[in-house]
């Protein structure tokens, strides 16, 4: 990390080192080309946990079924599954351009010695509690008429049933595989993204600047093992200022790189994102006397997000990076914070969002023993977003 240094005294702009006023940015709503709206100075992420194809919000889908004995292995006799009322269901979940459906199983097994048994599907084993109870779900498509289960006991004595299952349909009508399994039709997507806001900078030995801005976006996100892994990219500029309160200008540019793991145990309508990476920034003064250079560091954070009822979708974030110089990290007190909310709402083609970010960039520079160089910068952005 590099701080400009030719600092110049004069009697009208002369600022106290301890001076730091925050950085403000206030960004209108996205037009049809707006991405994830963020601040161009401090690497504000992503609200939205990223699964950013359209009908990625979508909560899951239940359908009742119904289990019905067709045969028993005369081993065990005494054992017996009870399935727990209104618990057999179809589950479909959307992800992205794709849709998977499991069949939720449970119940409690009854009989001697229950709790010390397993239930096998295919070649899958599922645990039995203390009292009996099991929940678990396999995968589920049209063709599947049958369920066979098989009991084992710590003995390896095997019992078998095999049940019928039946979906339920209103309707009457027959139901296509399409509704309950469709294979990810894309995995890389691109969000260009526009804005307006506030600007401000404030450096040790240096007046205020602040003004107003455009500010243009790319970012680009690829799902690299779906569900589960999501690869992520953002850039991030101000492109024209406006009622500048100094005769200099400036340009910030921030990249983000980050790979992220959503955790397959968090069920609807919760899911929980972990995300990490890498975040890059750099300042451009017109007069060079001031600003900041090559600022990165190692990003760590989590990311949360809540699915209403109607499809609509609450996601938040909490980021704590230090900075590093090169590939060592600076002192503790060079870091940055953020945080941030996303309502999304989807539609059939597309999810829109209402963006709300807060960023604070801290760097303290020594690179004098007698001269310590302080700049501080915050953000806070308020936008919105359309994903194609």
Same mark, same amino acid.
């Given at each position: 990390?590099?701080?400009?240094?030719?600092?110049?005294?004069?009697e009208e702009?002369?600022?106290?080192?301890?001076?730091?006023?925050?950085?403000?940015?206030?960004?209108?709503?996205?037009?049809?080309?707006?991405?994830f709206?963020?601040?161009?100075?401090?690497?504000?992420?992503?609200?939205?946990?990223?699964?950013?194809?359209?009908?990625?919000?979508?909560?899951?889908?239940?359908?009742?079924?119904?289990?019905?004995?067709?045969?028993?292995?005369?081993?065990?006799?005494?054992?017996a599954?009870?399935?727990?009322?209104?618990?057999?269901?179809?589950?479909?979940?959307?992800?992205?351009?794709?849709?998977?459906?499991?069949?939720?199983?449970?119940?409690?097994?009854?009989?001697?010695?229950?709790?010390?048994?397993?239930?096998?599907?295919?070649?899958?084993?599922?645990?039995v509690?203390?009292?009996?109870?099991?929940?678990?779900?396999?995968?589920?498509?049209?063709?599947?008429e049958?369920?066979?289960?098989?009991?084992?006991?710590?003995?390896?004595?095997?019992a078998? %049933?095999?049940?019928?299952?039946?979906?339920?349909?209103?309707?009457g009508?027959?139901?296509?595989?399409?509704?309950?399994?469709?294979?990810?039709?894309?995995?890389?997507?691109?969000?260009?993204?526009?804005?307006?806001?506030?600007?401000?900078?404030?450096?040790?030995?240096?007046?205020?600047?602040?003004?107003?801005?455009?500010?243009?976006k790319?970012?680009?996100?690829?799902?690299?093992f779906?569900?589960?892994?999501?690869?992520?990219?953002?850039?991030?500029?101000?492109?024209?200022?406006?009622?500048?309160?100094?005769?200099?200008?400036?340009?910030?540019?921030?990249?983000?790189?980050?790979?992220?793991?959503?955790?397959p145990?968090?069920?609807?309508?919760?899911?929980?994102?972990?995300?990490?990476?890498w975040y890059?920034?750099?300042?451009?003064?017109?007069?060079?006397?001031?600003?900041?250079?090559?600022?990165?560091?190692?990003?760590?954070?989590?990311?949360? %997000?809540?699915?209403?009822?109607?499809?609509?979708?609450?996601?938040?974030?909490?980021?704590?990076?230090?900075?590093?110089?090169?590939?060592k990290?600076?002192?503790?007190?060079?870091?940055e914070l953020?945080?941030?909310?996303?309502?999304?709402?989807?539609?059939?083609?597309?999810?829109?969002?209402?963006?709300?970010?807060?960023?604070?960039?801290?760097?303290?520079?020594?690179?004098?023993?007698?001269?310590?160089?302080?700049?501080?910068?915050?953000?806070?952005?308020?936008?919105?977003?359309?994903?194609?």
């Amino acid at each position: 990390m590099e701080i400009a240094k030719e600092i110049v005294y004069d009697e009208e702009n002369r600022m106290s080192r301890t001076k730091s006023p925050d950085l403000c940015f206030l960004l209108a709503l996205g037009s049809l080309l707006a991405g994830f709206l963020v601040s161009p100075l401090a690497s504000a992420e992503d609200a939205a946990i990223a699964e950013n194809p359209a009908n990625s919000f979508r909560p899951d889908r239940q359908i009742p079924a119904v289990l019905s004995l067709e045969s028993a292995d005369p081993a065990l006799k005494k054992h017996a599954i009870l399935w727990k009322e209104g618990a057999i269901q179809v589950v479909i979940r959307s992800f992205g351009l794709s849709v998977r459906s499991s069949l939720r199983l449970e119940g409690r097994l009854e009989g001697p010695n229950a709790g010390s048994r397993h239930l096998v599907w295919s070649d899958q084993s599922f645990d039995v509690d203390s009292a009996g109870n099991f929940a678990f779900e396999i995968p589920y498509e049209t063709s599947l008429e049958r369920v066979q289960l098989a009991i084992v006991s710590r003995a390896g004595t095997v019992a078998y %049933r095999v049940y019928r299952v039946s979906v339920s349909d209103s309707a009457g009508s027959a139901r296509q595989e399409s509704e309950f399994n469709s294979p990810l039709q894309k995995r890389f997507f691109i969000l260009p993204g526009i804005g307006v806001g506030r600007i401000g900078y404030s450096q040790s030995g240096f007046p205020d600047f602040s003004a107003w801005t455009t500010t243009v976006k790319i970012s680009a996100n690829y799902l690299l093992f779906p569900p589960k892994w999501d690869l992520g990219f953002t850039g991030v500029s101000n492109v024209l200022n406006f009622g500048r309160t100094s005769s200099s200008d400036v340009r910030f540019l921030a990249l983000n790189l980050r790979l992220g793991y959503l955790f397959p145990a968090i069920r609807d309508p919760w899911r929980f994102g972990l995300y990490g990476g890498w975040y890059y920034s750099t300042m451009y003064a017109t007069d060079g006397t001031f600003g900041y250079k090559n600022v990165g560091g190692p990003q760590l954070f989590p990311a949360l %997000r809540r699915t209403f009822g109607n499809g609509h979708a609450l996601s938040g974030y909490f980021k704590y990076s230090p900075v590093s110089r090169g590939m060592k990290l600076m002192k503790l007190d060079s870091n940055e914070l953020a945080f941030g909310l996303a309502y999304l709402l989807p539609t059939a083609s597309t999810t829109f969002g209402i963006h709300l970010d807060y960023a604070r960039l801290r760097l303290v520079d020594a690179p004098a023993a007698d001269d310590v160089v302080t700049v501080n910068a915050s953000s806070i952005t308020l936008g919105g977003s359309l994903t194609f």
